[in-house]
């Protein structure tokens, strides 16, 4: 079986600029990003930074399936898996656990990615923004 071409369009090496919204544990600004996105079992692996004036953020999430697992240097490990799910073009990656909910939505436009991560607490409650980020595929290297 092909490859999903939407999977296909999210891979390669992605870097941009975020928008990071108030929340009770941030503060609002600019961030640079970056994003690998490569082949997994039955899904992608990503690997993600944002860096900026507070800090950085070091991240790693696992696309398998319907499934999706996200590991982050906030150090909350998941207890079960978020749902991955497709919206047209959109990748849609949704986690809960007792501390809240996120929902990441991620969309390639040829060269471009945007990225849209929102966030609710409790879990239950209406998803809020807390990043907006637009990235550039960076050349392979040769």
Not at 3 to 21: M, Q
Not at 46 to 74: E, I, K, R
């Amino acid at each position: 079986m092909a490859p999903d071409r939407r999977l296909v369009a999210l891979l390669g090496e992605w870097t941009g600029t975020e928008e990071l919204f108030a929340t009770a544990w941030t503060q609002a600004g600019t961030a640079r990003g970056a994003l690998t996105v490569e082949p997994g079992p039955d899904g992608i692996l990503l690997d993600y930074v944002s860096q900026n004036d507070q800090g950085h953020l070091v991240a790693h999430g696992v696309v398998a399936g319907a499934g999706f697992w996200w590991f982050d240097t906030y150090g909350f490990t998941p207890t079960t898996p978020g749902s991955a799910s497709w919206h047209g073009d959109v990748l849609v990656l949704d986690r809960r656990s007792d501390r809240g909910r996120t929902v990441m939505r991620l969309r390639a436009d040829g060269e471009r990615l945007a990225l849209e991560l929102d966030t609710a607490v409790p879990a239950d409650a209406d998803p809020l923004p807390l990043v907006r980020g637009t990235y550039t595929r960076q050349p392979s290297p040769a």
